[in-house]
């Protein structure tokens, strides 16, 4: 599904330089469940952010369905994410002005899709990850899991191929982490590829391969016969 | 503790630049328009106030009903009526006086100045109490033509003030220039007074028994005041006024003679009436006794000053909600700091006065910048104007306090929201909520808020954009005449030079005619006359007898000035019987002269064709016993300004009246052409100074107070939109930065730059697509009775189209406001926006 070669990062502020990824070499098939997994400020939500195209390299290449997608413009890298990528974030980002159903409604918005088949989709969305009697709530009458699942809902809504998610289960409890762990997995053997950052081994073990980052760089990659 | 605020208030206010700049310089704007309009407003309104016992003087106006035509209104009255008023009214009044006044030349050694001279009765200065700076009220007036002049008219002719006893010939009044004599200088009078006086002579009894036009009761040509007794309302005079008329006046005989027994219930009051006013109202409210006639001096209007004291309020209320707006806008960013405070045991109240002690800064800031802008721009306000209003901070301590209460009540009605709202958070609400307080009432209202901005800001625009159209319209209309290579000359001191005059100014290659008329287009007088359509001896005819506006003009005249007739013929010498004739000529009843009447005119008698009033005659009360002829038809013209329409009109050629002269011209070097003129009149009429104008400039003059108007409803409806942009710039800078997540979540869901910037714009075109449709019918309704107020005026199907280029280029503004700012946010980055708690 996609590839990372040699891809570098660096951040360049008035006087430091920051080197977040250094050569890193990745490939995730499709149907992959991938964990990423390191010390805190190792790079790992920047390289979340580069293979979902929010970010571009500093160097290296970026092959995602066959394609090199390095140089694509900022246009051409926001058709492919909205069309193939959907993200999850630690702190749901969820927008506080507008209802659970308006929230999941967002990520077809920009997809010229007729406005019924959005609702329709949504309910479906909604159904599967059970904040279907939610709808009409608004994210700040939600707990944190139910927010969680209402961003999952949205990562998945317009057919995604590939979910990012960036400490999903970071501000949640141990069972409603679990919660989101399940649904995750559960899309995953619905075909969805998976990408998540997570410091938590128990959660690393719902994956079937984690790459290890230390100080930028791939260290190790454990595969888990399935 | 104080100081602590005024501390915290001061850095609040630099570190948030950007937004206290906004805030002061919309507040300062605001009240800069504010201020200007009240010191204009404050003068129209405090006219006369300044003269001693101003409230005990009234002016009679005089009104007459007739059922057949509009009612004749005037603020002047008969000749006789002053002194059999007074006589009669001893209980309530303590003295009279009419004014007269005349456009005459005053010479002076070998000069000679055109001016308004006023004749006065000798108790002018027992109702007028001014100033004296040489002579007294006692020692002046003593006899008739004693003179009283101004301060500023002695130095003119004078070069000094002290010049009681010095001589002056005042010329074209009487029949012969009379010789009148410095008796008293008084102080210049202030601009605030509808007075306008330069020159006062005391009339000569004499002269006045043998006027016909003040020895009168029924021609009405004087300024008639009167001083109440202390205590006596104007009700009371007048009441005892109308009893006199109804009762014991001239006028019972006279009515009774004319029209025989009045019906039980009617009153010669009904038909004639006579209107009291006091002297403080006259500045104001004259025009509704005006009729189609001047006062003194230009009338003020009263409905101008409410429109403009609402203009005032509405830019201080746009300049306040920007205050409101913003200030509750930085709720989010100072959120944390009030929560702070609160859990550092700061009570609500504490807080509350704080913000407060912020606002009454940024608004004494606004204040002191204001004024310095007021004080930058009077010279200029005042030349558009054509005023001399002043800002004298330092010697009027009610002005002073007057606008320190309106900083403080701005400074506590601006701020009271922000300090209340914000003072009530729950801090440890405060703390949590990772967005501050912002709560979706507090943002709606903003909304709200930026709607009655926008809709007040449209109103004024669309408002100034109709007056704008109308007045283009009303000068742009055909007048029925040529009057671009027109000068007017006055002749009336030419006298037996006439035509001598005419001759040496027909020998200057540029001038190819020469013709005299009783009044030039825009000097209609209201003369009117009673004209009676006969058949021999016997009156006949649908409308046998109508009340027509009447005008004496030479031969050549209606050429000169390209009308041509729509039947019949214009005056001609080849006929040699067109002249209205002289008593002397013969005995009444058995002359005949000609008339020429306007289309109105012709119907107004029921004719159908302009042929058909050929031949027909007509009588007309000056020339009693004269048969007129009628001889052409002329289509309407507007001899006067369209404002006042057309009126029935007669031409008549009486030779006596002929006081004007139109030169038709054509050259490219005017100011050449001037010289010629002005050297001509100096060697045909030694000792007269010439008045010379273009017709061109006199009719520009007619709109000279609507062109100010103009002025004036534009500048403050532009600084309305700015002020208002403003706000809305500071107001969309501040939602788009408190919007960056949402931006950035949004982004990542897929949306492109269009899609954001449109989003952010949409935002803020709402509050204006809806302020379109509050302000529309509110100004199409306030234009539609403006418009009524004109005879002729642009179709109201135009209101439409102006409303929609308006609220158009209203949002487009509104858009260019917000977007730039939009652009770039919608092109940041969004990992950084997402990873912002
Ligand atoms: N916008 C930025 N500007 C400069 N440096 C940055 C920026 N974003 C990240 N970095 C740096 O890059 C490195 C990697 O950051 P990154 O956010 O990817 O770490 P992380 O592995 O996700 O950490 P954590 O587990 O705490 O989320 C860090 O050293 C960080 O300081
Ligand atoms: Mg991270």
Redesign the interface.
Known sequence: MLKLHNLCRMYRTDEVETVALNNVNIEIQKGEFVAIMGPSGCGKSTLLNLIGMLDSPSSGQYIFNDEDISSYSEKQLSAVRKHHIGFIFQNFNLIEELTVAENIELALLYHNIPAAERKEKVLAVMDMVGVAHRGKHMPSQLSGGQQQRVAVARAVVGNQGLILADEPTGNLDSAHGQEVMEMLRSLNQQGSTIVMVTHSPAHADYANRTINLFDGAVVTQSVRAA | MFKNYLITAWRNIIKNGIFSLINISGLALGLMSCILIMLFVREETGFDKWLTDSDRIVRMHSAYYNPDNPPFLTVRSAGNMMEAVRDYAKNEVEDGVRLIRFGASVRKDDSALAEQVTFVDGSFFNIFDLSFVHGSKESSFKKPNDLVITEETAIKYFGKTDVIGEVMTVCCVGPEPSTVAVSGVIENLPDASHLDLDMIVYIDPVIVENNSGLNTWTSVNVYTYFKMRPGISLEQFQQRLTYWIDNESPFVQMFEENFGELAADAKISDNMRHKLMYLEDLHLRAREDAGNMGDLSPMGDKTLIITFSIVAALILLIACINFMNLSTARVSHRAREVAMRKVLGASRGQVAVQFLGEAIVIVLISLILALALVELLLPLYNQALGRQLELSLFSDLKLVFALLGLGLLIGLGAGSYPAIFLSGFQPGHLLRSS?GAESKTSSSLRLILVVVQFATSITLVVCTAVIYAQTQYAQSVDVGYVSEDKLVLNIRGAGDNRQRLRHELLKLPEISSVVYSSESPTQDNENNNQFTLLDGEHVVGENPQVLLNYHDMGYGFFEAYKVKPLAGRLFSEDFGSDEIKQDSDGQNGQLSASVILNESALRKFGFTSPQQAIGKTLESGNYKGQALTIIGIVPDIYFRSIKFGVRPTAYTMNTNRLRVASLTFSTNNVAALMEKVESIWKQTVPMQPIELQFLDEMMKAQYAEESIQLKMFSVFSLLAIVIACLGLYGLASFTTERRT??I?????????VK?IVALLIWQFSKPVIIANLIAWPISIYAMLIWLESFSYRIDILWLGPICLVVGGSLLLVAWATVGGNAAKVARA???KA?RQ?
């Not at chain 2, 950035?744 to 492109?752: D, E, F, Y």
């Open positions: 967005k997540r949402e950035g979540i949004r982004k990542v869901m897929g949306a492109s899609d980055n969004p990992i997402l708690e």
